[in-house]
């Protein structure tokens, strides 16, 4: 058994989302938001670094120690994956091991907003899921091609950085490609997703230009796309998309992405307030009249009307679902008002 394993059982045991353990610091985890150490034993070169080297490929440990930066997934037997992350710091090593639950979550174990069923049916176009790392993004799209899995016979592509979530056989076929493994680059894999009949393609991570303009051009040319980027709002989130591209081909992407957006669901991960857990909460924007005028003009300060517009719909601002969270008492007022944008709303809720 891999030395590192004695830790991974701590996590599992205590209910924790990750594992942090760095050169020079005890050994931590991060359990319902709070990180805690889990021993007293201070880890040094040698110990982390033979713990860190035994479950890694001498390919993949040769690029960490040039590159000081590598991403994988590392399976526990039949118990538990993980994704992980191995980078340098001042003192050395450092790893942080994210725990990818054995059990696909459905929409409903996630009590998502029934509008995310939405994304799910759309046959062409953009979708992206957005929020800070750690907001459970990867969840929320596993969920959403589950749902896809279990009800269409569709050919879905992902492309990730690494494989989180292994989708059974259900109704469609899915193949998962992991950059650094299968792919060079996510734009490798998705210039060549063009000559494989795709339905669906996800992408891991948005995360360079060219990325977003072969997702653009695949859900422009009728495949439907989802993406992630680390934005939190459907504002930043355009914003963020045009940004990226030099000033000369900024009119042209807000002209694809005008044409092209479905939907934008920005997410957040907050504890629960009885400390027990964490809740995920949802700004959701979906296509509707006017939107893509919006876009192409660049009318963002406009969006948040919009989303106020289609309340029927399904889709809400962020304060709206943090303030509908702290109501129904999923989360406390403190931490609602420390995610919120108008602060004056959740003023009340803090103590002097």
Request: net charge negative.
């Amino acid at each position: 058994m891999p030395l590192i394993d004695k830790f991974f059982d701590i996590l599992i045991e205590k209910g924790g989302s990750d594992l942090h353990l760095a050169q020079g610091q005890p050994p931590k985890i991060r359990c319902h938001g709070e990180i805690v150490p889990i021993a007293k034993e201070i880890l040094t070169q040698d110990s982390l670094g033979a713990m860190m080297e035994e479950i890694t490929e001498p390919k993949r440990w040769n690029l960490y120690l040039d590159k000081g930066d590598i991403d994988f997934a590392y399976a526990l037997g039949e118990r538990a994956r993980f994704r992980a992350n191995f980078y340098m710091q001042g003192d050395g090593f450092g790893c942080i091991f994210r725990i990818i639950p054995s059990k696909i979550l459905s929409l409903e174990d996630l009590k998502s907003p029934d509008v995310l069923r939405r994304f799910a049916h759309f046959r062409s176009g953009l979708v992206l899921v957005t929020g800070p790392t750690g907001s459970g993004k990867s969840t929320t799209l596993a969920a959403i091609i589950d749902y896809i899995n279990s009800n269409y016979a569709k050919h879905i592509l992902t492309i990730e950085e690494p494989i989180e979530f292994v989708h059974p056989i259900k109704k469609s076929v899915i193949i998962q490609r992991e950059v650094g493994i299968d792919t060079n680059s996510f734009n490798d894999a998705l210039k060549s997703s063009t000559r494989q009949d795709l339905d669906i393609i996800l992408v891991g991570e948005m995360r360079d230009p060219e990325t977003i303009a072969l997702a653009l051009k695949a859900a422009e040319m009728g495949t439907l796309v989802f993406g992630t980027l680390h934005t939190n709002s459907a504002a930043k989130t355009i914003d963020r998309i045009v940004d990226s591209f030099p000033s000369d081909e900024q009119e042209n992407v807000l002209m694809l992405l005008g044409s092209a957006l479905r939907g934008i669901c920005s997410q957040l991960l907050l504890k629960t307030a009885d400390g027990k857990g964490r809740c995920a909460v949802q700004e959701i924007l979906v296509e509707a009249q006017g939107l893509g005028n919006l876009i192409r003009e660049r009318k963002l300060a406009l969006l948040e009307s919009l989303i106020q517009q289609g309340k029927k719909e399904g889709m809400q601002l962020m304060d709206d679902a943090l303030w509908e969270k702290v109501e129904d008492k999923t989360i406390s007022g403190e931490d609602a008002y420390m995610k919120s944008k108008d602060k004056g709303r959740f003023a009340q809720f803090v103590k002097d």
